[in-house]
């Protein structure tokens, strides 16, 4: 089996585009990653996904070991082929989502003993587990056990948090072992101290990874505060290995993560909010359901390539909306990720052209256009 591997291709500003090479695939940087919470990305066919330009998809760690289990999909020849996606697939490795479940879940040094959120069974993950299940499932990309407090939080509380969760990346990186063609990922934590930082980079860099994370970010401590982290925490990761943003997230706010040096990101916005009748476009955002698009015959967006937006009009889509058609979250999830791969790419090339600065101005200005509903 080939290696992973890494190749930083070009730099404008803090902004990077480039190649991380796996075996089962090319991943171009920056690269956004849609989220197939359950071995699905919601109302897409797997091949839905890959016509929008998607590299990589992004399974759920938590989700998938309670069902339909990890050693099921293990037996059935692993998540790839349980799926029918024959990309890479980046897995989390359980922490945010136990955290989500607060007072259902038990926090040790040993790890996280809680209970399932579908029938109430008691479960533990440890780094060790967490690296079993991940192992099971065939990720390429494997993420660290950590643990994520909620903002805001104190710092006696984060810093914490933050050592424990390098003591389980030390813990995690043993229990990965020699794995050719899979990746391990380390998570920087330390909230929005920037001392603390620095100080888990610095751990995670005497670990070893072949990917850094920063975490702990987009759990409601606002844009600003995250763009001011971002500001200095890409730059305390290694310049040589991805950098991956985990659950971002709005169009802006992917913007402004690349601008600071970031390689990756993933979110369940653009597939959650199809469902939900909000559209993204190069002017802003739409909700299809109002009623000033009732006898609109336009496209959603005329420079998209899209299924909705090549055959459909807004009146339709506003129609199955509001007649709660399957075919609304259908095209809609289809248009926004579409969306999301296309301002990928926009940002690509212009990293590549050396325009980066000229293209986040273009980007800014199209959205204050207008053509935006209320959200």
């Given at each position: 089996m080939g290696q992973f591997s890494f190749n930083k291709q070009h730099q404008d500003g803090a902004a990077r585009s480039g190649v991380i090479h796996t075996p089962r695939g090319d991943i171009r940087t920056p690269a956004f990653m849609p989220v197939g919470t359950a071995a699905t990305v919601k109302a897409m066919m797997p091949e839905s996904v890959r016509a929008t330009g998607a590299d990589i998809l992004l399974g759920n760690t938590y989700h998938l070991m309670l069902r339909p289990t990890?050693?099921?999909?293990?037996?059935?020849?692993?998540?790839?082929?349980?799926?029918?996606?024959g990309g890479p697939i980046l897995t989390d490795s359980g922490g945010f989502q136990v955290m989500s479940l607060a007072d259902l879940r038990k926090?040790?040094?040993?790890?996280?003993?809680?209970?399932?959120?579908?029938?109430?069974?008691?479960?533990?993950?440890?780094?060790?587990?967490?690296?079993?299940?991940?192992?099971?499932?065939?990720?390429d990309i494997v993420m660290c056990f950590d643990e994520c407090p909620a903002l805001p939080a104190g710092?006696?509380?984060?810093?914490?948090?933050m050592e424990l969760s390098m003591r389980w990346a030390?813990?995690?990186?043993?229990?990965?072992g020699d794995r050719p063609g899979h990746a391990l990922f380390g998570i920087q934590q330390g909230g929005l101290e920037q001392d603390l930082r620095q100080q888990s980079a610095q751990a995670l860099c005497e670990?070893?990874?072949?990917?850094?994370?920063?975490?702990g970010l987009a759990v409601g401590e606002g844009q600003a505060a995250m763009?001011?982290?971002?500001?200095y925490a890409t730059d305390q990761l290694p310049d040589d290995k991805p950098r991956y943003l985990m659950g971002v997230g709005k169009p802006d706010d992917i913007?402004?993560?690349?601008?600071?040096?970031?390689?990756?990101?993933?979110?369940?916005?653009?597939?959650?909010?199809?469902?939900?009748?909000?559209?993204?476009?190069?002017?802003?955002?739409?909700?299809?359901?109002?009623?000033?698009?009732?006898?609109?015959?336009r496209p959603l967006d005329e420079d998209c390539g899209c299924p909705a937006c090549r055959s459909y009009s807004r009146a339709y889509l506003h129609h199955v909306f509001r007649s709660q058609e399957i075919?609304?979250?259908?095209?809609?999830?289809?248009?926004?990720?579409?969306y999301y791969q296309d301002l990928m790419a926009g940002m690509r090339a212009a990293i590549s052209a050396g325009s980066f600065t000229a293209w986040q101005s273009d980007f800014h200005a199209a959205r204050a256009q207008g053509d935006i509903d209320p959200v």
């Open positions: 990890a050693e099921r999909i293990d037996r059935l020849g692993g998540l790839h082929k349980f799926m029918n996606w926090l040790t040094e040993r790890g996280v003993t809680f209970k399932s959120h579908i029938d109430g069974s008691k479960h533990e993950i440890t780094p060790e587990r967490s690296m079993e299940i991940q192992r099971l499932l065939g990720s710092r006696d509380r984060i810093a914490e948090s030390e813990r995690s990186k043993e229990a990965f670990i070893g990874f072949d990917g850094y994370a920063v975490g763009f001011g982290c971002l500001d913007v402004g993560a690349v601008a600071r040096g970031i390689d990756m990101m993933d979110c369940v916005l653009p597939s959650r909010s199809g469902r939900t009748g909000q559209v993204f476009t190069r002017r802003g955002v739409l909700n299809i359901k109002n009623a000033r698009h009732m006898d609109d015959p075919i609304s979250s259908m095209l809609l999830t289809w248009h926004n990720l579409q």
